[in-house]
């Protein structure tokens, strides 16, 4: 088993569509990244939370550390949000999920 | 302030050679972290240094690989007598002094793509 699972795998959405990603783990942390890599292959870091939500203009970041348990939200979704989210949680080393694959559709 | 700076970006080696890729981090920040991104696979954690020291090489192949990060310039992610299995993206993150914490935010590098033939 995965120390992160991230949901979906895939997800294809139209543009302005309201986009939810979620990512769960099971190592204990006290925070937790949410990354961006785009099809050219950089990463972008996005978040690091610890607790409640962050926000950070169209993006929306929630965690529940009991549930051991993070959204990435994205509103009023747009063809250049198209790229793979990545969930990371820092344990002995840096875990990642697989990744999510968003395309967004014009 | 430049960010984590990564070269080359694509690297071509026949299988045997010795692969060398850098990374420097951005300015003030002496923690180093390394990933590999194998083909259509997650990132995965290879080894975590600081100044002179490596702090967590559990991520690093034990024959083969080895990382340093000197006193002076980059870091560097050696493979020697590469084979075709090691293709694949390296990407280097860097973070700032927190108290010797490894939880604080990570910048990373855009990558060396590394072609083994």
């Given at each position: ?27 204990g ?5 949410w990354l ?21 203009g ?13 959204s990435l ?5 747009h ?28 | ?8 970006r ?6 045997g ?26 990132l ?7 100044k ?16 340093e990060f000197?006193?002076?310039?980059p ?5 020697q ?37």
């Amino acid at each position: 088993k995965n120390e992160v699972e991230q949901s979906p795998q895939n997800l294809t959405a139209q543009e302005g569509e309201f986009i939810t990603i979620n990512c769960s783990y099971s190592v204990g942390i006290s925070a937790l990244h949410w990354l961006q890599q785009h099809p050219g292959g950089g990463i972008v870091s996005l978040f690091m939370l610890s607790s409640g939500k962050k926000k950070h203009g169209r993006l929306i970041a929630t965690i529940n550390i009991q549930e051991k348990h993070s959204s990435l939200h994205i509103t009023a979704s747009h063809p250049r949000d198209s790229a793979v989210y990545i969930c990371a949680v820092p344990g002995n080393q840096f875990y990642f999920g697989t990744g999510t694959s968003l395309t967004v559709i014009p | 302030n430049a960010g984590v700076m990564q070269n080359p970006r694509h690297l071509v080696r026949r299988r045997g050679q010795e692969a060398r890729l850098r990374c420097s981090p951005m300015k003030g920040h002496s923690h180093v972290y390394w990933y590999r991104q194998l083909p259509e696979e997650g990132l995965k954690f290879m080894v975590y240094l600081q100044k002179e020291n490596i702090i967590d090489e559990s991520g690093m192949p034990k024959e083969r690989f080895s990382a340093e990060f000197p006193k002076e310039g980059p870091s560097i992610l050696r493979i020697q007598q590469v084979v075709r299995g090691d293709s694949a993206a390296y990407f280097c993150a860097s973070s700032p002094i927190l108290g010797g914490s490894r939880l604080g935010e990570q910048f990373f590098g855009p990558g060396t793509r590394l072609t083994v033939l």
